[in-house]
């Protein structure tokens, strides 16, 4: 099969879907892969090496849409590149269509078969997504004390205090992936934390791995409006797999928290968890609402490009491997939990919770000879 790789263009992303030891492992199973030139720059990747382990350098991304079987990408493809999709092509990505009606009419026009790392299941988990949530966990605290400082709009509050001065106060709603890593960083840093979260056997969990450094907290929404007003940093890390993140804070919540506080939305991929979230990029990361410093850059793991890069394609690279060996409807008949990352086919959406968030009906793809 012939893969491609073509450079991301989603404004401050410097991430790869490919790095030359995954090239290396699909060219010597007899696959031929291109990378459109200067792709794996942002993390310290030439093209040289790419060559080296068998890659053919493409010199756009015309080129690299025009001739490949199956596209490997990172983030959801832009206007101009979803245009470039056609028929019976393959890609390999995160979609994140639940807020995206734009994107999802494209890739509906396209006509090309689309399955997204966020929808992909193994056991419960959801393997391609659980190292970006990891890094936007880890992260989330990075950035929410950065906001914190009185020159970047913050209370000018330090997330651990000092002796005699008590830490700041981190709430965390959603006690997953992402919220787990965000507590882990919070209480290294010792900060004052609280997880809130609606799973009475996560919160159990948690209470166990981190004992009396942590509070947990059931979710309610007396409970999310108390802690909300008290905090000085709160993480959005809810995920519900393919849908629209649920509103947990709301405006009027916002409003009653102290001017200088910091909102860090990890949800905002899914159309983010504060009522007053909206989109930013690393180039313009926040905004004010109410006195409040909101972060909702919605590809966080894209300012660490290259962890970012080795932990995620560490875990796709099994999954192209699939798909290139056996084709997409083989790969999904094989694995129903990789058949749960298709998204679009045939001019449809085939998730359900996806269909949903977009006002649609779900048309499950026939993962059969058939299916085109």
Known sequence: MHIGVPREIKVHEYRVGLVPA???????????????????????????????????????AADIFSKAQLIVKVKEPQAVEYQMLRPGQVLFTYLHLAPDPA???????????????????RKGSLPLLTPMSEVAGRMSIQVGAACLQKAN????????????????????????????????????MRADVTVVDRSVDRLRELSSL????????????????????????????????????????????????????????????Q??????????????????????????????PGAVARTSTFALTNATLPYVRMLADLGWQAALKKDPGF?????????????????????LKAHPAPLSSAAA
């Open 153 to 188: 709009g913050g209370r000018g509050v330090l997330l651990g205090g000092v002796p005699g001065v008590a830490p700041a106060k981190v709430v965390i709603l959603g006690g997953g992936v992402s919220g787990t890593h965000a507590a882990e960083m919070a209480v290294g």
């Open 210 to 269: 981190f004992g009396a450094s942590l509070r947990t907290a059931y979710s309610t929404a007396e409970t999310i409006e108390r802690l909300v007003r008290e905090a000085d940093l709160v993480i959005g890390a809810v995920l519900i797999a393919g849908a629209a993140a649920p509103k947990l804070v709301t405006r009027a919540m916002v409003g009653t928290m102290q001017a200088g506080s910091v909102l860090v939305d990890i949800s905002i991929d």
């Open 271 to 300: 159309g983010g968890c504060f009522e007053t979230s909206h989109p930013t990029t690393h180039a313009q990361p926040t905004f004010v609402v109410d006195g409040v410093v909101h972060y909702c850059v919605a590809n966080m």
């Open 339 to 359: 058949a749960a990352g298709l998204n679009v086919h045939a001019g449809q959406i085939t998730h359900e919770a996806v269909a949903q968030a977009l006002n």
């Open 103 to 121: 994107q999802a009419r494209g890739l509906m026009a396209s006509g090309a078969t689309a399955i997204a790392y966020e929808t992909v299941t």
């Open 22 to 60: 995954g090239v290396r492992e699909l060219t010597a199973a007899g696959h031929a892969v291109s990378i459109e030139t200067g792709a794996g720059e942002g993390v310290g990747l030439a093209d040289a090496e790419y060559r080296a382990a068998g890659a053919t350098i493409a010199p756009s």
